[in-house]
């Protein structure tokens, strides 16, 4: 089947801290990988993705690669700030019109 | 890029009545949206999946007849929460999915904040 294992939080950081959250997925086939964020009271957000082995997914100085060999999709910033504290998602989906399977999601607070 | 709205944001209702969550694709035309379900400090649960003009596909353990779905058009799918209890209470997302042929993606609303008193 297919499912996402994700690093449990609440993970608490000084700001400029290095940031990282570990993702594993169970897939059949090749599924796109996604890391989502999700602010207070809101939605989700896209944050970055990959849709293929050894594809790098960046945005706002977040990173992840896709790692077919470890099936990781870890997630990681060089330096936080207090305005990155939110809730982070990973996620795989099969494709077009599929359904997501997403991870438990990991709170990250970020302290001046 | 790709927008969805949901409408209402929040909603508080009385044990017993029925509430309606509209989820809109604004600028793209979706085959398929998601019903998603998020209890406090924990990550989604997919509902059911939507698709337009036939009947909504649900999860195990979902009930449908509490959990009307209908995908009338290609930009709207309303979720009905019949005769709503306390425990029904939780964040409802839905997401769409873009037209096939466009990365694999889906776009999220920015959710539903339900309280049954």
């Known amino acids: 089947g297919n499912s996402v294992t994700q690093m449990e939080g609440p993970v608490t950081l000084s700001e400029e801290a290095f940031l990282t959250i570990n993702c594993t997925y169970t897939?059949?086939?090749?599924?796109?990988l996604f890391w989502y964020v999700q602010y207070p009271g809101e939605g989700l957000q896209l944050l970055l993705k990959?849709?293929?082995?050894?594809d790098k997914g960046s945005n706002k100085g977040f990173e992840a690669t896709y790692r077919k060999e470890t099936t990781s999709f870890h997630l990681e910033k060089g330096s936080v700030q207090v305005s990155d504290s939110a809730v982070y998602f990973c996620?795989?989906?099969?494709?077009?019109?599929?359904?997501?399977?997403f991870g438990t999601g990991t709170s990250l607070t970020v302290i001046p | 890029g790709a927008v969805v709205s949901q409408h209402p944001s929040w909603v508080i209702c009385k044990s017993g009545t029925s509430v309606k969550i509209e989820c809109r694709s604004l600028?793209?035309?979706?085959?398929?949206m998601f019903w998603y379900r998020q209890f406090p400090k924990q990550s989604l649960m997919l509902m059911a999946t939507?698709?337009?003009?036939?009947?909504?596909?649900?999860e195990q353990g979902v009930e449908k007849d509490k959990f009307l779905i209908n995908h009338a058009s290609l930009t709207l799918s309303t979720l009905t929460v019949t005769s709503a209890h306390p425990e029904d209470s939780s964040f409802y997302i839905c997401?769409?999915?873009?037209?096939?042929?466009?990365?694999?993606?889906?776009?999220f609303g920015p959710g539903t904040r339900l309280t049954v008193l």
């Open positions: 600028d793209f035309q979706a085959t398929t």
């Open positions: 997401s769409a999915s873009p037209p096939v042929g466009s990365p694999s993606e889906q776009f």
């Open positions: 996620a795989l989906s099969r494709g077009t019109g599929n359904q997501f399977y």
């Open positions: 939507s698709n337009e003009g036939s009947k909504a596909t649900y």
């Open positions: 897939a059949t086939g090749y599924p796109s």
């Open positions: 990959a849709t293929k082995a050894d």
